[in-house]
């Protein structure tokens, strides 16, 4: 029986009698797979179930949205940009500030709204300091918009039922810039325009629900709380779950005492004729989100976004896993755009999709007429006379307040008019097929973010500018990493690096596990089993050779550890709400988490990795921060209790999410200061949040030796991909249990076509090493690493295009053919860049697959270069038989492949190495394709310029390479210098040794090599499979725009 803790597994006598009684009553017997009881459902969740149930109530009564923007409050300032207007909730009086960011010339709209009165501490609004690329001095406005007054045809589904006096609308970027905001006053709701459609609406279902702080530390528990359906008469069901919970709640017996009492809101953001909604990792579930509402519902619950420690997730679920990128994207013909929820706190997300019945606005003003005449006699004359109430009890209760208030005037508008308003009924979007996402978080302002588009490269380059792009990874960083909890000690480190070696199989990467050091206290080394660990790291260096330890964030409990002295000494640590310090239990027993919200904490821990502070690293040591949720074996849902305290006494509630993200930032600067700033650091991270692609690689966490989970691992990373985490990778081979040989197999082919390579091992299960199966398993995982490494310029290339344009490397097919319905959801193959269509086999004993093919493209196999086959009786299929030693890799016609045919040890010996050139052609015979080229550790391509980047062409009768301007043809969102020769890159000298071509018509006669325009001697070819291939001189360079090759029929 697998159990949590790993204490049984150390043969040391460090732990202690109490370490054991401890773990025996915190750390019941985990059985595989995950325990659902330790998390929580919807109706287990108070503010999930009140949020819920409020759209519930908006959704099958006539309550209506109680939220109005006051006209008169709203302001442009035209030197910022920023629109800014009042909101209130007319059955409450709450008041909250609305402000709208227009973002990067207008593509990009932020809208923020917080409590512009509080009698409660204000919330935690630090979230873009840390997730945004621009940091705390944020990002770029647009200072390009005008308000402009049109008059609104009653049929145009923009203004969504409300009359035009209502709307106000901006015109957003350049002047010809065909961007819009629509601002709809009663009941509030902003709509997002493009080319004269709604692509994006907000509050468009009314399900927006801010819950005030009513409450502060120390409150009386009879405080009398607020609610907008106050006085009326609800079912008693709906009503009590609108209150669930609202002051205090526990789960499995475990409080959370909520201080500051209910304080969650949600939103709701409508896609107009748009079905399929991607994004929102990390779940293991479809590409295509499934609904969670509705008759027929695909899943009964939410997507929940809490960073959790899942033990062996189960499939097809939208419960929370390791991470979360709050982030729906939307798409159809002609248009993706998505919408980015910045909040740090627990949330879950309802999807619908269809149309959805809606009442109509004048039905939802009469409810709130209703509303407010009952109350009317209870307003204080002093609210009546405000300013912000004016407008809204005016317009709502006639003779309440005088009809000819200058208040009630919108800016530049002059005067509303007393006649009564044109009604639209019905809302024109509920008459067309649209999709929802239903934002419902625990804390924090609403700062929502809403992408344009109109095209999936123009969506990655918004989010790329928002939150930053990948981080161009080290080249060993994209090889082959070899993993284990755990690699007993030195010589069986040794061992696995020499039979890597013996079996002719590359890897750049070992990795070292927990069990590495002194009972459990990281930045250390076990000195019986790792005695002289800098000459282990030294001995793997000489091949090329990497290592990365683990860093988990938990601290050993321990007087004498000398981490734990300076977090306890220094006040680095996450504590209780009484102050005294926060303990609890994971991989060592007793242990404090480090504060990482605080900047001292984070410059603490980043200077942990000096090579003077951790004793045996090198420069050659790379870091894994695993259990960073954080994972808290005594916590309630196995995490930290919410209302623990970090810096300023902001709860753990409201930052939980970026928890490991935080870890990260700070472990990135570690590296980054161990070598001054010179190499790129190299960092897995478990728990990730938005922006965590600035700084490193994730992976998809416990999986399990399972046909079922290698197949979920594609959905999961294009997901992943989707979101702007690139980086990404699950464990080959699963880490739980014991695969068969030739589900082993099957995995490398996969795992040799994802992002992050790595093969990985639970200490319970077999060792799966590549040559442990035997034959003919071990010639299999050869082929695919080895294959792997052949392709690494290419995917080094596409590393670079992620990181300049934020386009991902894994792609889903809708984001290389978004005009093809059929792939829309499709999830079994995808493409690796725009040249490599990949269909992993994920079930056993296939001898054949079908593989679809998008229309007007050329295919070939990509081993022999034939062209592919469509089938006669279903055209868009192939079908492409699959021996164990196969699995479809389609080269595109149309592209050039780069790669290196020699396969070494590492990636670092192959640096020097010529490349081939793969030439694909399409219907019109000719073809293109990038080739990106660095020192492949240093940051001198920024700085210097010290990359080649090559546009390699074949017109049809002519192959040349061009320059490429960054800025320019690729629409580069990170700045860098013009490509210069230097003396620290040589590789700009590579040779190119060989061309190979798919698809070349027959009948060559001769092929003649270029040199400035003039003939220099012919060169030879001979078949290649279905292609043939030319050999090219020793003077042919990648980094040499002067020559050209011919060619002759």
Do not use: C
């Given at each position: 029986m697998v159990v949590r803790e790993r204490y049984h597994h150390d043969d040391t006598k460090?732990?202690?009698?109490?370490?054991?009684?401890?773990?025996?009553?915190?750390?019941?017997?985990?059985?595989?797979?995950v325990k659902r009881e330790d998390f929580k459902r919807c109706d287990q969740s108070s503010f999930c179930t009140r949020q819920r149930a409020y759209a519930d109530l908006v959704s099958s009564t006539d309550f209506g949205s109680p939220y109005h923007l006051v006209p008169a409050s709203l302001s442009l300032n035209t030197d910022s940009g920023i629109i800014t207007g009042e909101v209130v909730n007319v059955r409450t009086s709450g008041i909250l500030g609305l402000e709208i960011h227009p973002l990067y010339d207008g593509d990009v709209i932020r809208v923020r709204m917080k409590e512009k009165v509080s009698s409660a501490p204000a919330r935690w609004d630090e979230l873009g300091h840390f997730a945004l690329a621009a940091g705390p001095a944020g990002p770029i406005r647009t200072k390009n918009v005008r308000r402009i007054v049109t008059e609104t045809p009653d049929d145009t589904p923009t203004v969504g039922g409300a009359s035009k006096q209502e709307v106000f609308e901006f015109e957003l970027g350049a002047t010809e810039s065909d961007r819009k905001l629509a601002i709809v006053a009663s009941p509030l709701r902003v709509d997002l325009i493009v080319a004269g459609?709604?692509?994006?609406?907000?509050?468009?279902?009314?399900?927006?629900?801010?819950?005030?702080?009513?409450?502060?530390?120390?409150?009386?528990?009879?405080?009398?709380?607020?609610?907008?359906?106050d006085g009326l008469d609800l079912e008693p069901t709906l009503k009590e779950k609108l209150e669930k919970d609202p002051k205090q709640e526990s789960f499995n017996g475990k409080p959370d005492s909520k201080p500051y009492g209910p304080e969650s809101f949600g939103v709701d953001v409508t896609f107009p004729n748009v079905l399929q909604l991607y994004g929102l990792p990390e779940h293991a579930s479809s590409l295509s989100l499934k609904t969670t509402r509705g008759d027929k519902a695909e899943y009964s619950e939410p997507f929940r976004g809490y960073n959790a420690d899942v033990f062996e997730y189960e499939l097809d679920n939208p419960m929370a896993l390791y991470g979360i990128v709050p982030l729906v994207v939307g798409h159809r013909k002609g248009w993706t755009g998505g919408a980015l929820l910045l909040s740090s706190a627990e949330m879950w997300v309802d999807i619908e999709k269809g149309t959805i019945e809606k009442k109509t606005?004048?039905?939802?003003?009469?409810?709130?007429?209703?509303?407010?005449?009952?109350?009317?006699?209870?307003?204080?004359?002093?609210?009546?006379?405000?300013?912000?109430?004016?407008?809204?009890?005016?317009?709502?209760?006639?003779?309440?307040?005088?009809?000819?208030?200058?208040?009630?005037?919108?800016?530049?508008?002059?005067?509303?008019?007393?006649?009564?308003?044109?009604?639209?009924?019905?809302?024109?979007f509920d008459s067309i097929p649209s999709s929802r996402a239903h934002f419902m978080t625990e804390s924090g302002p609403l700062d929502l973010v809403l992408f344009s588009g109109p095209t999936w490269s123009s969506f990655f380059r918004q989010y790329g500018k928002l939150t930053g792009t990948a981080a161009l990874p080290q080249m060993f960083a994209i090889a082959y990493h070899q993993c284990r909890w755990n690699y007993i000690d030195e010589k069986d480190v040794n061992e696995v690096d020499g039979n890597?070696?013996?079996?002719?199989?590359?890897?750049?990467?070992?990795?070292?596990?927990?069990?590495?050091?002194?009972?459990?206290?990281?930045?250390?080394?076990?000195?019986?089993?790792?005695?002289?660990?800098?000459?282990?790291?030294?001995?793997?260096?000489?091949?090329?050779?990497?290592?990365?330890?683990?860093?988990d964030p938990h601290v050993k409990k321990d007087t004498g550890y000398f981490l734990y002295q300076e977090a306890n000494e220094q006040g680095l640590q996450i504590v209780n709400k009484d102050q005294s310090e926060f303990d609890g239990w994971c991989w060592p027993g007793s242990s404090v988490w480090p504060d990482f919200l605080k900047d001292a904490t984070r410059k603490w821990w980043a200077s942990q990795y000096a090579l003077d502070k951790y004793q045996g690293s090198t420069?050659?040591?790379?870091?894994?921060?695993?259990?960073?949720?954080?994972?808290?074996?005594?916590?309630?849902?196995?995490?930290?209790?919410?209302?623990?305290?970090?810096?300023?006494?902001?709860?753990?509630?409201?930052?939980?999410?970026?928890?490991?993200?935080?870890?990260?930032?700070?472990?990135?600067?570690?590296?980054?200061?161990?070598?001054?700033?010179?190499?790129?650091?190299?960092?897995?991270?478990?728990?990730?949040?938005?922006?965590?692609?600035?700084?490193?690689?994730?992976?998809?966490?416990?999986?399990?030796?399972?046909?079922?989970?290698?197949?979920?691992?594609?959905?999961?990373?294009?997901?992943?991909?989707?979101?702007?985490?690139?980086?990404?990778?699950?464990?080959?081979?699963?880490?739980?249990?014991?695969?068969?040989?030739?589900?082993?197999?099957?995995?490398?082919?996969?795992?040799?076509?994802?992002?992050?390579?790595?093969?990985?091992?639970?200490?319970?299960?077999?060792?799966?090493?590549?040559?442990?199966?035997?034959?003919?398993?071990?010639?299999?995982?050869?082929?695919?690493?080895?294959?792997?490494?052949?392709?690494?310029?290419?995917?080094?290339?596409?590393?670079?295009?992620?990181?300049?344009?934020?386009?991902?490397?894994?792609?889903?097919?809708?984001?290389?053919?978004?005009?093809?319905?059929?792939?829309?959801?499709?999830?079994?193959?995808?493409?690796?860049?725009?040249?490599?269509?990949?269909?992993?086999?994920?079930?056993k004993d296939?001898?054949?697959?079908?593989?679809?093919?998008?229309?007007n493209e050329v295919w070939y196999d990509y081993d022999t270069f034939t062209v592919v086959s469509r089938n006669l009786l279903s055209p868009k299929f192939a079908t492409i038989s699959t021996p164990l030693d196969k699995i479809p890799v389609l080269l595109r016609g149309g592209h050039i492949v780069p790669r290196r045919e020699r396969a070494r040890r590492s990636s670092t010996l192959m640096s020097r190495d010529p490349y081939t050139l793969i030439v694909s052609l399409n219907q019109a015979g000719t073809a293109s394709g990038l080739l990106y080229a660095d020192d492949g550790e240093s940051f001198e391509y920024r700085g210097r310029g010290a990359y080649v980047l090559r546009r390699f062409i074949f017109d049809g009768e002519k192959l040349f390479s061009q320059s490429v301007n960054i800025a320019r043809?690729?629409?580069?969102?990170?700045?860098?210098?013009?490509?210069?020769?230097?003396?620290?890159?040589?590789?700009?000298?590579?040779?190119?040794?060989?061309?190979?071509?798919?698809g070349l018509r027959s009948g060559l006669r001769q092929v003649v090599l270029l040199r400035s325009g003039e003939p220099v001697g012919d060169l030879t070819w001979k078949s290649e499979g279905g292609g043939i291939a030319l050999k090219v001189p020793h003077n042919v360079t990648i980094g040499d725009g002067s020559w050209a090759i011919t060619f002759v029929w």
């Open positions: 460090r732990r202690t009698l109490i370490a054991i009684i401890g773990l025996i009553f915190v750390l019941p017997a985990l059985v595989l797979g459609e709604t692509v994006m609406s907000v509050n468009e279902r009314g399900y927006f629900n801010f819950e005030h702080r009513q409450m502060a530390p120390g409150s009386p528990a009879d405080t009398q709380l607020r609610w907008p359906w606005l004048s039905q939802v003003r009469a409810t709130v007429r209703s509303a407010l005449s009952s109350v009317s006699g209870y307003i204080p004359e002093v609210i009546k006379q405000s300013p912000l109430s004016k407008y809204l009890l005016s317009r709502l209760i006639p003779g309440l307040s005088p009809t000819n208030e200058s208040t009630n005037a919108a800016p530049g508008d002059g005067a509303h008019s007393d006649e009564p308003q044109t009604e639209r009924e019905p809302n024109p890597f070696d013996k079996h002719d199989i590359p890897m750049d990467v070992l990795w070292l596990d927990i069990e590495h050091t002194d009972a459990k206290k990281y930045f250390t080394w076990d000195s019986v089993k790792f005695p002289n660990p800098h000459d282990m790291l030294e001995k793997l260096s000489v091949k090329g050779r990497k290592m990365v330890t683990i860093t420069d050659t040591l790379w870091t894994w921060i695993d259990m960073n949720e954080p994972s808290v074996f005594t916590g309630p849902e196995i995490t930290a209790p919410k209302d623990v305290l970090h810096e300023n006494s902001v709860e753990h509630r409201a930052v939980h999410n970026i928890y490991g993200f935080l870890q990260n930032i700070a472990t990135y600067e570690g590296l980054l200061a161990r070598s001054k700033g010179t190499r790129r650091p190299f960092i897995l991270s478990r728990s990730f949040f938005a922006g965590t692609q600035r700084y490193g690689a994730i992976w998809t966490g416990d999986n399990a030796a399972n046909w079922e989970h290698l197949a979920a691992s594609l959905p999961m990373m294009l997901s992943l991909n989707v979101a702007g985490i690139t980086f990404s990778g699950a464990d080959v081979g699963g880490f739980f249990g014991n695969p068969e040989p030739d589900l082993y197999a099957r995995w490398f082919q996969a795992g040799a076509y994802q992002p992050f390579f790595r093969g990985h091992s639970h200490i319970d299960a077999k060792r799966k090493e590549p040559w442990v199966f035997g034959e003919p398993t071990t010639s299999l995982v050869r082929k695919a690493i080895q294959e792997r490494y052949r392709l690494l310029p290419y995917w080094y290339t596409l590393f670079f295009e992620a990181h300049i344009t934020g386009v991902p490397v894994m792609r889903a097919m809708v984001i290389e053919f978004p005009d093809d319905e059929s792939v829309f959801v499709m999830e079994d193959q995808y493409m690796v860049g725009s040249a490599l269509m990949i269909k992993p086999v994920v079930a296939l001898s054949s697959v079908a593989v679809y093919l998008p229309e043809e690729m629409q580069s969102v990170v700045e860098l210098p013009g490509s210069v020769a230097t003396d620290s890159f040589a590789p700009s000298h590579v040779r190119i040794e060989r061309v190979v071509f798919a």
